[in-house]
């Protein structure tokens, strides 16, 4: 066993991809929480897509630094997601769904213009294994404010999500609230996007949160079931990866995957 762990921390590339697991898992874990509690789904899904058309807004407009431009395209995109959310039409998620499905076409457009999009396709699986030490340093400053964020909000975000009009009158600034948490949510998949993958990310969201919502019997147990098993799949996925010489990212997924299916049977049969 002691041989298998020497062999997978030898090269500089596991060690940064292991590091950014530990950070990356427990963030997707606490986000998740909130956005299943929310029913917000769509809304980080959404935000997922859009990652090819703040890819191609930077080809356009000659940005070099993707992670830039995808970010900046995604707060903007996640701001006028919230604004459709509070209309409280009927269709809100179908409305959303075409908005992403239509900014996605667009990316794919401009990005395959000439035969080109090979160059990004790499990004529709991410790949962990190539990130840097710098984006490393990135993340850990996202972590802390995503921290410093929860500790001070997750009460409002749950007396929101519970009834937003009773939060209002509690002197709670909804509108603030759910914009800042709209930011850190585009911050976290944008970012997270080129090493997790855009047809997985909102999985890994999702699916963490999904099982602990199988076996908690109170919110505390809720959050820390969550970080528990996205940190579980990250670190599972990665040995898992290496060994077998697949992809990363879905393989993170698929030991999701099985955790939520385990809880669901073990849920329903307590």
Not at 80 to 107: E, H, M, P, W
Not at 162 to 190: C, P, Q, Y
Request: proline share 1%.
């Amino acid at each position: 066993m002691t041989g298998y762990f020497t062999e997978l921390f030898q090269y500089d590339f596991m060690r940064r991809a292991f590091l950014a697991i530990l950070i990356i898992t427990p963030l997707l874990g606490i986000l998740g929480t909130m956005i299943v509690h929310k029913k917000m789904a769509y809304f980080s899904d959404a935000l997922g897509h859009s990652a090819l058309t703040g890819i191609a807004i930077g080809v356009v407009c000659g940005i070099s630094d993707t992670n830039l431009s995808m970010v900046l395209f995604a707060i903007v995109f996640a701001f006028l997601l919230n604004q459709i959310n509070r209309k409280n039409l009927a269709a809100t998620d179908t409305i959303i769904s075409v908005f992403a499905s239509c900014s996605t076409a667009i990316g794919l457009a401009i990005l395959s213009k000439g035969g080109n999009f090979s160059k990004y396709s790499a990004i529709l699986v991410g790949d962990i294994l190539s990130i840097s030490t710098r984006e490393i340093i990135y993340l850990i400053l996202i972590f802390a404010v995503t921290l410093v964020f929860w500790c001070f909000a997750i009460n409002k975000l749950n007396a929101i999500s519970i009834h937003a009009s009773l939060a209002k009158s509690r002197n709670i600034s909804v509108r603030l609230v759910e914009d800042i948490f709209a930011i850190i949510i585009a911050l976290i998949v944008t970012l997270s996007i080129k090493w997790i993958g855009i047809l997985l990310i909102n999985a890994l969201l999702i699916l963490p949160a999904a099982s602990s919502r199988n076996i908690s019997d109170n919110m505390q147990e809720y959050h820390l079931y969550a970080v528990i098993f996205s940190l579980f799949s990250g670190i599972v996925g990665l040995v898992i990866s290496y060994f077998t010489n697949v992809a990363t990212g879905p393989m993170i997924v698929i030991v999701a995957s099985v955790i939520y299916f385990a809880t669901y049977f073990y849920g329903k049969n307590k």
